[in-house]
């Protein structure tokens, strides 16, 4: 073959990083978790920001967003396996939802001695109910003097539909039936024992209507499927910070009404607190 025919191609000047960029690149090499607690100081909308920077900027917040905002590494503080959780949740059309959720958005650590809430409809409560005993849940009862009768967790599921609240669709807000469940967890060191703790909402309607149409302000639409975390009102919620009554019912003490026209203002909470705690709390997330 002629040698003239093959012309030389130089190679690409290599990518020159800008002082950010190198800063940041010096942690990815070596230590990266320090360029992900660097990050942890970013609003979520200035690391969609800082992400449209460059290329390398992009590939260094992917890498940080796929770390914090991991579904299955969340779930695990209640779950052995999360991802069996996921295929219950796939199964039933639950989701999960509550100040759990917010937490999880918010990158910071779930209160663990707070419920789970996972929504689900009344054909959802059975399969729910066998994967949590399964997963080593155990039904925890009410003991309130009306609730003598303490009946196993399965003819409790299968009574839901003769219930008087079923049959009225769920006189308090769509809810028709609620069923508590906790797990003992052994912690090290010391062997000291905490509890975990998940609440099944058995409701007349799909979740996530629910949410949308029952819940009481915008700060709390949000959920978590089998596939993906949603937020409903992101910006208001986690940048703004600002919760807004979603109905006229009566939302609580918390809640500051105008005298005039009795229309509730929105309610503005965390304003104090920044981001520099967020990597420390989701890093031992379930300790």
Request: aromatic fraction near 14%; proline fraction near 7%.
């Amino acid at each position: 073959m002629n040698p003239a025919h093959f012309v030389h191609v130089s190679p690409p000047n290599p990518i020159k990083l800008s002082a950010f960029e190198s800063f940041v690149n010096s942690f990815e090499i070596y230590r990266p978790r320090r360029s992900w607690r660097l990050l942890s100081y970013f609003s979520a909308r200035d690391l969609v920001r800082l992400g449209k920077t460059s290329a390398f900027m992009r590939t260094v917040v992917k890498g940080y967003a796929a770390n914090v905002w991991n579904i299955n590494k969340f779930l695990a503080c209640w779950f052995n396996r999360p991802v069996d959780f996921r295929s219950v949740l796939a199964l039933t059309g639950a989701v999960t939802t509550g100040s759990q959720v917010i937490q999880f958005f918010d990158r910071r650590r779930p209160r663990l001695k707070s419920d789970l809430d996972i929504f689900t409809r009344v054909a959802g409560a059975l399969p729910l109910t066998l994967y949590l005993e399964a997963d080593g849940y155990r039904r925890k009862y009410k003991h309130w003097p009306e609730h003598v009768d303490n009946y196993p967790s399965l003819t409790d599921v299968f009574s839901i539909t003769s219930s008087r609240s079923f049959v009225q669709g769920g006189p308090f807000h769509g809810i028709v039936k609620v069923l508590d469940f906790e797990k003992a967890v052994w912690l090290t060191p010391g062997n000291r024992v905490t509890y975990r703790k998940v609440q099944v909402v058995v409701v007349n309607k799909p979740p996530i209507e629910q949410i949308i149409l029952n819940f009481h302000s915008t700060g709390v639409m949000n959920y978590i499927s089998h596939k993906q975390a949603v937020s409903i009102f992101p910006y208001a919620t986690f940048e703004d910070r600002i919760f807004y009554p979603s109905r006229m019912s009566p939302l609580g003490s918390e809640w500051k009404t105008l005298v005039g026209n009795q229309v509730p203002r929105p309610r503005i909470y965390d304003r104090t607190k920044g981001y520099s705690s967020k990597f420390a709390d989701r890093e031992k997330a379930c300790g």
